[in-house]
């Protein structure tokens, strides 16, 4: 039961999340689009406006897997765009980012939408040095984040 609550509260907090003044805009801004790309060119665009968003928020003093979760959580808090923490395991990085304001643009623009988070995280793990890794994005189990990993080379 308590399972079915939280999906409810977040199912709210994701409708609710973003201003009432932007939502419409959004919507229809996704509209247009899906009418102009299909969803592999809409990917690339959102990695491409994540990365030149990221770009705006240098992550140069990260050391460790900490300072970079710190500093994610803070650049997200910040706008209030939810939280991220990472999960080191054997053979990757999980990026785990919950309760971004993504779905304003619609269920339809789920295939693409999510590809902001990706290219803003990738740049950052460029920026400090993980150039040649590639992150990609993994079905989460949990409508309400998106998980990336960042694979670690052999």
Not at 27 to 55: C, H, K, V, W, Y
Not at 57 to 63: L, M, N, Q, R, S
Not at 79 to 96: A, N, P, Q, T
Request: overall charge negative; some cysteine; charged content about 20%.
């Amino acid at each position: 039961m308590q399972d079915e609550h939280t999906a409810t509260l977040l199912d709210y907090y994701t409708r609710h999340q973003t201003s009432v003044q932007w939502r419409g805009f959004l919507s229809a801004l996704a509209e247009e689009f899906e009418t102009q790309l299909d969803p592999s060119q809409l990917r690339i665009l959102m990695a491409r406006i994540g990365a030149r968003f990221a770009a705006r928020y240098p992550a140069g003093d990260c050391t460790t897997l900490d300072d970079l979760a710190s500093f994610l959580n803070a650049v997200w808090s910040e706008l209030d765009w939810g939280f991220v923490r990472l999960v080191e395991r054997d053979d990757y990085l999980s990026i785990e980012h919950a309760c971004a304001p993504l779905a304003v643009f619609g269920e339809r623009a789920a295939a693409w939408a999510s590809a902001f988070l990706e290219g803003a995280y990738q740049h950052w793990l460029n920026e400090l040095g993980a150039g040649s890794l590639a992150l990609q994005e993994y079905q989460s189990a949990n409508a309400h984040s998106y998980e990336f990993r960042l694979l670690k080379s052999p």
